[in-house]
């Protein structure tokens, strides 16, 4: 049964990715008028920012071209992450980006997966990595396994993943909001270095010098793993059919030419 289901909405997704933008690919698929997403509040470059109460980033224009092809109106709220992973828990909301995977956070809502029921990278929103930041003339490494030379602490993001993994290892760690705070504090020697997402840190010590003068990344990435639009358990029980048209449509948008050329465009813009 779950086979024919699958087999019915790829037939599906080719046929909305063939029509005009404006319309859904199958009238029986049962749609919502309106979907809310959550993002985190921090300027996340490239994937999204908030610009005079507006989200932008790459991630915007992806969700974007999707609520084109699939005919819906998507609006965006950006909150604290961890209050929008509640509200996603609570469905305040019905969806909630980008989120990496973990377990505590299936109690929240739906990832997508696979018809054996195994997460789908294939359907993520983006793929993003982990570096470590550290003062310069440091002697702290990452050798790809564990730190080397560590005396004090890793500071990371308020709530994020990579978290758990340094405390897997054994590795202090400690929170502070946004990476730009974690930054700091590795300029004032407070930690003795920060674990956080590649793109968002380069772009920090790209636009300030005077961080970019105290502190260099190191070139091991500490990680590299796919982020998700995770969706409510409530859009999931009440359109079924739809939900896995929406995690379809987004892969194939996300590896389109149009998205390249938007891409190209975004890069060319903050450069």
């Known amino acids: 049964m779950k086979q024919r289901i699958w087999s019915s909405l790829s037939l599906m997704l080719m046929v909305t990715l063939t029509c005009p933008s404006s319309v859904i690919a199958d009238e029986h698929i049962q749609s919502p008028s309106q979907l809310l997403f959550c993002h985190e509040n921090e300027q996340a470059f490239p994937w999204v920012m908030t610009v005079d109460g507006e989200s932008q980033g790459l991630d915007i224009e992806l969700l974007t071209q999707v609520s084109q092809k699939l005919n819906i109106d998507i609006d965006y709220i950006a909150l604290p992450w961890k209050r929008c992973l509640h509200h996603l828990e609570l469905s305040k909301v019905d969806g909630a980006f980008a989120a990496s995977y973990k377990q505590e956070r299936l109690h929240m809502g739906r990832f997508p997966v696979t018809l054996k029921g195994n997460l789908d990278a294939n359907r993520r929103i983006h793929t993003s990595g982990y570096s470590l930041y550290i003062p310069k003339n440091s002697d702290l490494g990452w050798n790809g396994e564990t730190f080397i030379n560590l005396t004090g602490e890793i500071s990371i993001q308020n709530g994020f993943s990579i978290g758990d993994r340094l405390t897997a290892l054994g590795i202090p760690v400690v929170e502070f909001q ?14 003795a270095g920060t674990a956080l997402q590649t793109d968002r840190a380069d772009q920090i010590l790209k636009q300030n010098p005077e961080l970019a003068d105290a502190i260099e990344k190191y070139p091991i990435p500490i990680s590299s793993k796919p982020y998700y639009l995770m969706l409510s358990f409530k859009l999931v029980r009440s359109h079924p059919d739809f939900v896995e048209l929406l995690w379809e449509t987004l892969a194939e948008v996300r590896d389109s030419t149009e998205m390249e050329a938007v891409q190209a465009d975004f890069y060319a813009q903050h450069n």
């Not at 946004?178 to 004032?188: D, R, S, T, Y």
């Open 178 to 191: 946004g990476p730009m705070a974690n930054l700091i504090k590795v300029k004032e020697a407070r930690v």
